[in-house]
């Protein structure tokens, strides 16, 4: 069984409660009937029930009757929700007034049913622009105690199978955070760990990438990813990290036993941390092209519940593969 199936499968057994607030969204809209019929995971839908229903109608979708459907028009959770906006954004001087025109916004709306326990993750983007829909949930969801930022990571599955875990190899950040400082590129080392041992189902074995390998390059860039290094081993021990190793040292086993032969990483890494999110998502994606990976993601974590974001370019299939992935990122919390 290869690993979607198993995500999804999965998923089934946990029955979790997640939200697309980009309800009248075709794809979306698709892929909640598939979801559904699969009995995949819970949806929780935000519009007009008429609207979607019709719309449901008009693309032949058998199973969105399944859903639940919220119309933040006769909600009663709204009063609620923005009493709860306003004491999370008191330091920021939100009003009730504001926090109900936010509230119009499905994204928002999602986020805050997270929040008050009334869903389990979201799925959004693909309608809507990255920064529209990690906004509300960096704002309201935050970040996990002791993390503070949130990044992206990549399950690149590749044709090659001599590479990572018969193929498997986990690439981050290449979503969100761009320029990170040393502490916070530890951080993300150690979400990228997690997240390839409870989704990809993998020991990790963690590198963190740069242009010079063990010191065979000064510069202060080096010096982020070296520090970087240490502080994930002292975040997580029970995990293995190194760095500052270059791509090639970090996977190709001849390489690394020459460049740094002490390393029980270098040559054999599965999980690659980049620098800065440049890297990240350019190589993401010439990843994918050129060596015909598939790129399932982003997962995005650090977040304290499970929210990801779609590309706009999104298939139906990516959506439920998506969802599949967040109703696992859920039980799993
Ligand atoms: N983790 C956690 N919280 C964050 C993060 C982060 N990585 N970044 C920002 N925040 C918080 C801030 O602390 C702030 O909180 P506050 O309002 O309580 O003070 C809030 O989010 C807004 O912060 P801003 O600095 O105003 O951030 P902004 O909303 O401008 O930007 C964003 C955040 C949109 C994620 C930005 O970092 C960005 O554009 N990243 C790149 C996303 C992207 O384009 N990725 C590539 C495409 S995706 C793909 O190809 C797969």
Redesign the pocket.
């Known amino acids: 069984m290869d690993l979607l199936d198993k995500i999804r499968n999965n998923a089934k057994k946990h029955n979790m409660r997640i939200v697309l607030p980009e309800s009248l969204e075709d794809r979306t809209l698709e892929a909640a009937s598939i979801l559904l019929g699969d009995s995949i995971a819970q949806i929780i839908l935000i519009g007009k029930s008429e609207e979607i229903n019709n719309r449901a109608v008009e693309l032949g979708l058998q199973n969105i009757h399944l859903a639940q459907i919220v119309d933040p028009e006769s909600y009663e959770k709204m009063d609620a929700y923005a009493d709860m906006m306003v004491e999370i ?1 008191k ?2 001087g939100l009003t009730k007034d504001e926090a109900f025109v936010l509230l119009k916004n499905p994204l928002y709306l999602a986020t805050l049913m997270i929040k008050a326990g009334d869903a389990d993750g979201e799925v959004a983007g693909a309608e809507n ?4 829909v ?2 509300p ?3 309201y969801v ?2 996990i105690p002791g ?6 990571a ?1 399950i690149m599955i590749l044709p090659d199978k001599s590479f990572g875990d018969n193929g498997m190899i986990v690439f981050a ?6 320029d ?1 400082t040393a502490n ?1 590129l530890a951080e993300i080392a150690v979400m990228t760990a997690k997240t390839t041992k409870a989704i990809a189902e993998m020991e990790p074995r963690v590198a963190l990438l740069s242009f010079s390998t063990r010191g065979s390059a000064k510069h202060e860039m080096v010096d982020k990813v070296r520090t970087a290094t240490e502080l994930a081993r002292k975040m997580a021990p029970e995990f293995m990290f190194d760095g500052e190793l270059q791509a090639d040292a970090a996977i190709v086993e001849s390489i690394g036993k020459k460049k740094a032969p002490d390393s029980e990483i270098a040559g054999r890494a599965n999980v690659l941390v980049f620098p800065t ?1 440049e890297s990240g ?1 350019i190589a ?2 010439l990843v994918q092209r050129m060596a015909k990976a598939e790129a399932v ?2 997962v995005l974590q ?2 304290a519940a499970p929210i990801n ?1 779609l ?1 706009r370019g999104c298939s139906v299939n990516d959506i439920v593969n998506l969802v599949a992935i967040t109703a696992n990122q859920a039980a799993g919390k």
């Open positions: 954004r330091k920021k622009a990255t920064g529209d990690l906004r949930a960096f704002q935050k970040t993390i503070s930022v949130v990044s992206g990549f950040d290449c979503a969100v955070h761009p990170p916070e999110l998502n993401y994606k993601g982003p650090g977040m974001d590309s």
